[in-house]
């Protein structure tokens, strides 16, 4: 005959294993073999975004009435690289917030890297390398038309690095949309092709 404590000790570890096995369930779900929940560490120690509500003063002056124009600021920000304060290309794109649109500001801000910049951001890192960006009109066909709301901008990036090493160049194709605000316009989505 089982004492009653231990069978209350029984229901208890019967108890605590059936939890378990719900919550190691539902952490996983259809398509999702192999992954994890990040921990409460993990959560921990993620830095928090704090955007800037300035832009940078060589950017102080863009004409927002401009889509050109916003767009090539945006992306001289986005790419414009500084592997001596930065500590990653998110870094960048956090300088140019007061040039998107709040919509995506939201985003950016929400979802930052999960992960670190990898081995050629630490490699740009090891040569103290410094990204001097340009940018130049693309060609592409077939491109939606521009409405008084949004304009559709494809343009050539080239990265220019200094450093020691010398870093090589580095060129993109980058589809950007802007959207006319209130206060001008804004980008509202950087997609490198």
């Given at each position: ?14 108890g605590a294993a059936t939890v378990s096995l719900v919550l190691a ?169």
């Amino acid at each position: 005959m089982i004492h009653t404590w231990t069978k209350r000790q029984v229901a208890a570890i019967f108890g605590a294993a059936t939890v378990s096995l719900v919550l190691a369930s539902c952490s996983h779900g259809a398509g999702d073999a192999g992954t994890t929940a990040p921990t409460a560490d993990a959560v921990a120690t993620s830095p928090a975004v704090i955007p800037p509500s300035e832009l940078p003063a060589a950017f102080a002056n863009v004409d927002r009435s401009s889509p050109d124009a916003v767009a090539g600021a945006v992306l001289e920000l986005w790419y414009g690289w500084d592997a001596t304060k930065d500590s990653g290309p998110y870094d960048a794109k956090l300088r140019a917030l007061p040039l998107l649109d709040p919509a995506t500001v939201s985003d950016l801000v929400a979802h930052p890297p999960v992960s670190g910049p990898g081995a050629e951001w630490l490699a740009l890192v090891d040569a103290g390398a410094i990204a001097a960006v340009s940018t130049a009109p693309g060609v592409e066909s077939g491109a939606p038309a521009d409405t008084d709301i949004r304009a559709y901008r494809q343009v050539e990036v080239t990265q220019m690095f200094t450093g020691n090493p010398k870093p090589p160049p580095a060129g993109r194709i980058v589809s950007v949309v802007v959207k006319r605000g209130f206060d001008g316009w804004r980008v509202l989505s950087v997609m490198a092709k």
